[in-house]
């Protein structure tokens, strides 16, 4: 089971990313795809999580109304939109799997991760 994030890069406040999480040895359909970051000396935080058999998503109140959750089927692929993106969204930003359903915004409640896409976000 590996999961790869992929898509970070240096924007200006008020731009735009998209992030993409890859599986692969295991497809997403049993599982829950949280999104999670960690800034320099701070603990991992909870962006946003998708369940992937009915595309139900939950967002930290941080990611509400800017950060969105898609998939692509086909090549089982989890995105997270960022939009008006701030200077504070910098951070490292993860992908996690857990395979049991419940939406938790809990790192410890992940059993699988990814290496991480660093984000930064200055003028």
């Known amino acids: 089971v590996q999961l790869q994030a992929s898509g970070g890069g240096l924007v200006q406040p008020g731009g735009s990313l998209r992030l993409s999480c890859a599986a692969s040895g295991f497809t997403f359909d049993n599982y829950v795809i949280g999104w999670f970051r960690q800034a320099p000396g701070k603990e991992r935080e909870f962006v946003g999580a998708?369940?992937?058999?009915?595309?139900?998503?939950r967002y930290a109140d941080s990611a509400k109304g800017r950060f969105a959750i898609s998939r692509d089927n086909a090549k089982n692929t989890l995105y997270l939109q960022m939009n008006s993106l701030k200077p504070e969204d910098t951070a490292v930003y993860y992908c996690?799997?857990?395979?049991?359903?419940?939406?938790?915004?809990?790192?410890?409640?992940?059993?699988?991760w990814g290496q991480g896409t660093q984000v930064t976000v200055s003028s």
């Open positions: 996690a799997a857990r395979s049991n359903s419940a939406l938790f915004s809990s790192p410890g409640r992940y059993e699988h």
């Open positions: 998708f369940r992937w058999s009915d595309t139900v998503t």
